[in-house]
Nanobody, 125 residues
Framework: QVLLVESGGGLVQAGGSLRLSCAAS????????LGWFRQSPGKERVFVAA????????YYADSVKGRFTISRDNAKTTMYLQMNSLKPEDTDVYYC??????????????????WGQGTQVTVSS
């Protein structure tokens, strides 16, 4: 079982930055690929970024490339999403997700086994 807890959301002005964290409790953290998704009310959850077990491979949605950076600290069993140059359209609830590393393709498609509870990010214009 994997428990994921997000933090770091909040209100920021357009052009500003936030760093989200996802603390994980897992028997073997390095068995898991991790990802971030976002969701607006009434819409489907969409992929933002993903990272493999050792952090050497990352993936991003086109909408966040060059602005967001995903990373992980395996010693701290925590994943991060550094969000820079934020736009009002980045306003969403952000969720972290985990799946066994060999299932990273499934995670990227939005079907990971484990989800966090979400953290609200609001970007004002």
């Amino acid at each position: 079982q994997v428990l994921l807890v997000e933090s770091g959301g909040g209100l920021v002005q357009a052009g500003g930055s936030l760093r989200l964290s996802c603390a994980a409790s897992a028997q073997t953290f390095t068995d898991y690929a991790l990802g971030w998704f976002r969701q607006s009310p009434g819409k489907e959850r969409v992929f933002v970024a993903a990272i493999n077990w050792d952090g050497n491979t990352t993936y991003y949605a086109d909408s966040v490339k060059g602005r967001f950076t995903i990373s992980r600290d395996n010693a701290k069993t925590t994943m991060y999403l550094q969000m820079n140059s934020l736009k009002p359209e980045d306003t969403d609830v952000y969720y972290c997700a985990a799946d066994p590393d060999w299932l990273l393709p499934r995670l990227r498609l939005g079907y990971p086994k484990h989800w966090g509870q979400g953290t609200q990010v609001t970007v004002s214009s």
